[in-house]
């Protein structure tokens, strides 16, 4: 895991509205909060709208292929979710026996061959045979996503072994025009088993893309905490975790560039040999980066000591100099990282420059 | 001044009781508002306004569960607020209580115990 990394995540995902990757534990209450976060970005100030509605049976459709059909522990479940122009990307990715893998793709096919109205008569047809497959569902779940999408259901199975295989699904839901079907988009189901590739080599667990502020990234910081908690039996690392993961989005946000009243960020988290690692990278206005490099290079390689000292000072003096009041958190996360932060800023177009730091706990 | 200040307690903003009445002031919770001047500004006018009408005795009580460091310098700052009042010869004293081995809560209390000057208590508080 390397700034480098960082970029690359950036550079494939920061045109969309919104962005999640996530390998992480999937109980139901990790679903819940991604349903909320999903619900921000299509908030209108109703309680719960059309969109918000059908967009959230998606997601809660396609984590239940995760939570209920995983069958082994040797990979993680997968799920993906972007927001690109009103697209609405869902992939979700999990371990299936060999056996289902003519019956599944069997089902899809047919499932992507049948119009609308044809669609519905299958839908109505096993809402009345109810015949429910030994997992738990009855197939419905499919059906409902293909009326739901009115687009192709993307697949692929991958062999893990003699056994078993994981089995890769993406749905897309064009907000846009919905119901109208469309044969190109954007990001094909190949895409997302590139990113989800990339994470697993660099022990990524979740790489979220899009405004980080606390209001909208509340759930995201609920679906670490349970991640974190079913990891590891450290309770102080999760704490530490915790802190360094809310002064890093607080010092994004602090600094990070309001563009159309959102300030957009990429955030990475993973865990190798217990040693836990925050990344992420935004948007700073070119006026505010002599400062914030300033504080970096203090900060960054100071020794353990005299970052306590630094700290003490400052919580006992203030920071005059500073008035964004962003030292203390560099300090603080400085202190807890256990090898020097790396950071970039790099300057890039329009009077903006991108900042990108990585932390290691 | 209110003679009591309480705020409700959210995913991100601790519980803050403050009562002019018995002098007990408390924080309890999880501190790391995004707008820390919108969350603070309202508590540190309280206590400006409580200092120059106090009780005998005052006692701070904070019971954390996390904080970020915006909080903290705040939260030294109403210490310092309070440092004034026992500079006029009242009685004050901060009770900082963390969760039986939560050695980072204990750690930073002891940390601010370090910059202010008023009797510091740390409590272990077994659930």
């Known amino acids: 895991m390397n700034i480098s990394t960082l970029n690359s995540f950036f550079e494939a995902l920061s045109e969309d509205e919104m962005s999640l990757l996530y390998s992480g534990d999937f109980s139901d209450n990790v679903t819940a909060k991604v349903i909320e976060l999903n619900g921000v970005q299509f908030d209108d100030g109703s309680d719960m709208n059309k969109l918000q509605r059908k967009t959230g049976f998606l997601i809660a459709e396609c984590f239940q292929n995760i939570v209920r059909h995983n069958e082994s522990s040797i990979e993680n479940g997968y799920f993906l979710s972007r927001n690109d122009d009103g697209v609405l990307y869902i992939a979700s990715g999990n371990i299936i026996t060999n056996e289902m893998i003519d019956l599944l793709s069997d089902k899809l096919h047919h499932l992507n061959s049948l119009s609308k109205e044809e669609l519905k008569e299958v839908y109505v047809k096993t809402l009345s045979n109810n015949t429910l497959s030994e997992k738990g569902g009855a197939g419905l779940g499919l059906i409902e996503m293909a009326r739901k999408t009115g687009n192709k259901l993307d697949f692929n199975f991958t062999k893990i072994s003699e056994t078993l295989s994981y089995f890769y699904f993406q749905l897309i839901f064009d907000t846009n025009k919905i119901g109208e079907k469309k044969d190109n988009f954007n990001h094909t189901l190949e895409n997302g088993i590139e990113l989800r590739k990339k994470m697993l080599d660099d022990h990524i667990f979740l790489v979220y893309q899009g405004d980080v502020s606390m209001n ?135 009077g903006l420059s991108r900042f990108t730091m990585l932390l290691q706990i | 001044m209110q003679n009591e200040l309480k705020i409700s307690s959210t995913e991100f903003t601790p519980e803050v009781n403050l009562n002019a009445e018995t002098g007990n002031l408390f924080f309890q919770g999880r501190s790391m508002p995004e707008d820390i001047a919108g969350f603070f500004d309202p508590i540190s006018d309280w206590i400006k306004a409580y200092i ?27 210490i310092f607020d309070l440092e004034i009042l026992q500079e006029r010869g009242h009685e004050v004293k901060v009770i900082w209580c963390y969760k039986s081995g939560d050695m980072i809560m204990k750690e930073n209390g002891e940390e601010i115990q370090s910059v202010i000057e008023v009797p510091f208590e740390l409590q272990q508080i077994t659930a």
Do not use: C, W
């Open chain 1, 216 to 350: 909208t990234i509340m759930p995201i910081l609920s679906m670490v905490e349970k991640s974190l908690a079913a990891q590891t039996s450290e309770l102080m690392t999760h704490k530490k975790v915790f802190l360094v993961l809310i002064e890093f989005l607080q010092n994004m946000s602090k600094h990070g560039a309001s563009i159309n009243e959102r300030q957009d960020g990429l955030l990475l988290i993973g865990e190798k040999d217990g040693h836990y690692f925050i990344g992420g990278s935004n948007r700073v206005y070119n006026k505010d980066k002599a400062h914030l490099e300033e504080m970096l290079e203090k900060y960054a390689h100071m020794e353990l000591d005299s970052l306590n000292d630094a700290y003490k000072k400052v919580l006992k003096e203030g920071d005059p100099e500073n008035e964004k009041g962003s030292s203390l958190g560099i300090i603080e996360m400085a202190r807890r990282s256990s090898l020097p932060v790396e950071y970039e800023i790099r300057a890039s177009d329009n």
């Open chain 2, 52 to 78: 120059e009408n106090p009780k005998e005795k005052t006692e701070l009580t904070i019971f954390y569960e996390y904080y970020n460091s915006s909080t903290a310098r705040r939260m030294t700052e109403i």
